[in-house]
């Protein structure tokens, strides 16, 4: 029987870690099969306080993974295949192996959506980004390329027209998802064009190891055309990791969980932290501070229920 279990070895899971191992509750954490997070896909990080010139993603991840180990926190392979939060303890099954918890922090992030092409993702950290927030900065006075119609895509575009000379919206379709609002702005901002109907066919240069350039086709006319750009946001949407949990913790239409005020979810001594409720900030150091959270929250549930 465990006190703490984490789900994910991100930001979130690894903080959750450092704060319960030194609470003294030798929390036990799932990797999950993307060990390190999304940080674990990325190069530079610029925008984690604490670093003046910056740390590279899996760097980062692996310093907060070893600061918990320090303090007592145990890692284990494998991914949560099956959960049981009908009552406590909670079940959860990794391996085919089910083992016991008196409280769960779920920190199991959120995936970027991809177009798939056959470049993307050799090139991502080096020209290809789904963070405006995170990468921006390196593309000041470049020409930037984000794809989607929705309002993430749109609000992607007008941060970026801060840092690149001109940034061009690549939809697919003719019609925007977008608000009005969200679209108006775009539209007014003198830096970004749109391109509509259009697909994009791959990105390129693998060769040189960073973003040259993206192949295009136009989905009335089958036109196909190259087009220079040394940066391409895919701003399509993210999958929050769910799945596992589903019918059992309340989450909103697209699989985020609910939060019910600070760390808590709808089910008692479960407690969310990172991507995996948030659709807003989706940060690093906030998905840190979340870990924070669910951890001292767990702490005290632990401490009230006399464990
Ligand atoms: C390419 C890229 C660049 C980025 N750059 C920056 C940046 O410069 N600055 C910044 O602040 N943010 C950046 N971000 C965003 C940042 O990485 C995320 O906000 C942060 O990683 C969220 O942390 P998290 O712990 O909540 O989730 P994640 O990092 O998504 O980690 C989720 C963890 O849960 C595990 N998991 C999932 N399902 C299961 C399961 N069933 N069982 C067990 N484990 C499971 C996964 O294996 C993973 O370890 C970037 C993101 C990407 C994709």
Redesign the pocket.
């Known amino acids: 029987m465990r006190d703490v279990v984490i ?9 959750a870690a450092v704060y319960s191992a030194r609470a003294n509750l030798k929390p036990l954490v ?13 190069t ?5 306080p604490g670093f003046p010139e910056g740390i590279n ?1 899996p760097d980062l ?1 692996e310093n907060i993974k070893k600061q918990a180990e320090n303090f007592g926190a145990e890692y284990r392979e ?4 099956e959960a049981d939060l009908s009552k406590r303890p909670f079940r959860l099954k ?1 391996d085919g192996e089910w083992l016991e918890t008196r409280t769960l922090i779920v ?6 959506r991809w177009l798939g092409l056959p470049n993307e993702q050799k090139l ?2 080096h020209g ?4 405006a ?3 921006g900065f390196f593309y000041r006075d470049k020409k930037i390329m984000v794809i989607g119609g929705g309002d993430s895509a749109m609000e992607e575009a007008n941060f970026l027209t801060r840092f690149g000379k001109e940034v061009m919206v690549v939809h697919r379709r003719e019609q925007f998802r977008a608000s009005k609002i969200m679209m108006d702005r775009a539209r007014n901002n003198p830096k970004v064009k749109f391109v509509t109907s259009t697909l994009v066919e791959d990105v390129y240069d693998t060769g040189k190891g960073l973003v040259t350039g993206v192949r295009l086709r136009n989905v009335a006319t089958n036109k196909v055309w190259d087009e220079e750009v040394d940066g391409f946001f895919v701003a399509i949407g993210h999958i929050p ?1 769910t ?2 949990f589903r019918g059992q913790l309340e989450t909103d239409p697209d699989g985020y969980i609910l939060s019910k005020g600070g760390a808590r979810t709808n089910i008692v001594g479960v407690f969310h ?4 409720q ?1 659709r807003v ?8 501070g ?2 924070c959270m669910a951890a001292m929250e767990a702490e005290r549930f632990l401490e009230a229920e006399g464990h």
């Open positions: 789900i994910g070895s991100g930001c979130a899971g690894n903080t799932i990797k999950g099969h993307e060990p390190g997070g999304q940080l674990s896909l990325t530079l990080v610029e925008n984690f993603g991840v494998g991914a949560v295949e990794i920190a199991s992030g959120a995936k970027a991502i950290g290809v980004s789904s963070c927030t995170c990468d990791n799945a596992v932290a990172g991507d995996v948030d900030y989706r940060q690093a150091v906030t998905a840190a979340m870990g």
